[in-house]
């Protein structure tokens, strides 16, 4: 993407949609996000499950591009890349005591995550498209993800808005992409289930590039029942429901030979990684990233 921001004092960038640091997949190989499940047994609830969910529902793609040309709207999670000299912020939490960036025995918030300044006034660096200093917060998700191209270290964000003095959120959480970290039990992330959501993002770098990808996709169903490994925190006690944490998987049988090459390669990994519950919303809608080149 082209989109640029650039603090001259500093000399500080940060990038929509900018080169991902390596190694690929962003956390190590023995990540949850990236655990090869294609031979593991099926649980022996998995058909009452589907049925929950619908037997014959489709997925959804749930990324894109401008909702129309030139909109503010957009399709998908918009991802930022900054490098350490883009200044950290506080950010005033509703969630505190299970966010980052937080001192937990005061309960204050203290500089910790790198926002880039023009996230406040333009689009497209938080989910859904309007700048920071609109208020969405009753309406929208708002999610924001950093990168620290430098340091390999993940900020999320959920429910963000900028009142005009500082930043405020739901919650908000850090990874640290070199190892892999869990969030306590019992604590929400930026997402209800307290995973990392830029890992399990469908993502055009991957989809178009050369290899295969390496890893899960987060998807979300309309209700959940509690959760379990990997998931830390729950959002809801549906009965008959999956819980946060539980993973899908393509049948190995599914003939793919239909669809387009870049499609395959996002099915391949469905049958290899899965889907992993992360969040309350529609049934099998199955997210991925906003680039700006899709029409």
Same mark, same amino acid.
């Given at each position: 993407?082209? =989109? #640029? ?11 929509? $949609?900018?080169? #991902? ?7 190590? +190989? ?13 649980? &022996? ?11 014959? &529902?489709? @997925?959804? +793609? ?26 950290? =912020?506080?950010? /005033?939490? /509703? ?12 309960? /204050? ?13 333009? +689009? ?9 200093? =609109? ?17 390999r270290y993940l900020y999320e964000l959920y429910n963000v808005f900028f009142d005009g003095i500082q930043w405020r959120g ?24 307290? #995973? ?11 989809v178009f590039g050369s290899g295969e990808i390496l890893h899960a996709f987060r998807v979300t169903v309309r209700a959940t029942n509690g959760y379990v490994y990997p998931a830390?925190?729950?959002? $809801?006690?549906?009965?008959?429901? #999956? +819980? @946060? ?18 499609? /395959?390669?996002?099915? &391949? ?14 049934? @099998? ?11």
């Amino acid at each position: 993407m082209s =989109v #640029l921001g650039a603090t001259a004092l500093l000399m500080a960038t940060a990038t929509i $949609g900018g080169a #991902l640091p390596g190694p690929l997949p962003l956390f190590p +190989p023995t990540n949850w996000w990236n655990a090869d499940i294609s031979q593991a047994p099926v649980d &022996r609830g998995s058909a009452s499950f589907i049925n929950f969910i619908g037997a014959t &529902r489709t @997925m959804h +793609p749930d990324f894109g591009g401008d909702v129309s040309p030139g909109s503010v709207g957009i399709y998908g999670f918009p991802y930022i890349v900054v490098d350490s000299a883009v200044p950290a =912020v506080a950010v /005033q939490f /509703q969630y505190s005591t299970e966010s980052d960036g937080v001192n937990h025995t005061t309960g /204050q918030s203290y500089p910790f995550y790198p926002i880039p300044v023009e996230a406040i006034s333009q +689009p497209h660096w938080i989910e859904g498209g309007d700048p920071g200093n =609109v208020d969405l917060r009753g309406s929208s998700d708002r999610h924001m993800l950093i990168v620290d191209g430098d340091h390999r270290y993940l900020y999320e964000l959920y429910n963000v808005f900028f009142d005009g003095i500082q930043w405020r959120g739901g919650s908000g959480a850090f990874f640290d992409l070199n190892a892999n970290g869990h969030r306590p039990d019992t604590w929400t992330s930026a997402d209800a289930a307290g #995973l990392a959501i830029l890992p399990g993002l469908v993502r055009y770098d991957e989809v178009f590039g050369s290899g295969e990808i390496l890893h899960a996709f987060r998807v979300t169903v309309r209700a959940t029942n509690g959760y379990v490994y990997p998931a830390s925190h729950r959002a $809801g006690n549906t009965a008959g429901a #999956l +819980p @946060m944490g539980a993973r899908l998987r393509l049948k190995a049988t599914r003939d793919l030979s239909a669809f387009r090459p870049e499609v /395959q390669k996002i099915f &391949r990994a469905m049958q290899r990684y899965g889907l992993i519950v992360a969040d309350n919303g529609s049934d @099998m809608y199955v997210s991925g990233t906003y680039e700006s080149t899709v029409g």
